[in-house]
């Protein structure tokens, strides 16, 4: 386990190098194989703050604000949600 684990670290930091904050990223995966674990350690390691959204779990308003406010024209809209539903 600790081999995938390694693995998904380094393909996340790629990702950060790379885009350095201006692509989004999306972790798709089979149920329970630590997709939520693994971006919570590195959002803990990696960054002075972030959220982490589980959809599975997340309030209407978060869900419906994902889906209605993902435009680049309306990304401060989204930001002010989630910031008034996480803190």
Not at 12 to 18: F, N, S
Not at 48 to 72: G, H, M, Q, W
């Amino acid at each position: 386990m600790m081999e995938f684990y390694r693995k998904i670290y380094e393909k996340l930091l790629e990702w950060k190098t790379k885009y350095n904050g201006k692509a989004a990223l999306l972790i798709e995966g089979a149920r329970r194989i630590g997709k939520s674990t693994i971006a919570e350690r590195f959002g803990k390691e990696q960054y002075k703050s972030y959220i982490l959204i589980d959809f599975r779990i997340a309030s209407k308003t978060v869900k419906d604000c994902f889906y209605e406010n993902l435009l680049p024209n309306k990304l401060n809209d989204f930001f002010n949600i989630i910031k008034t539903e996480y803190g």
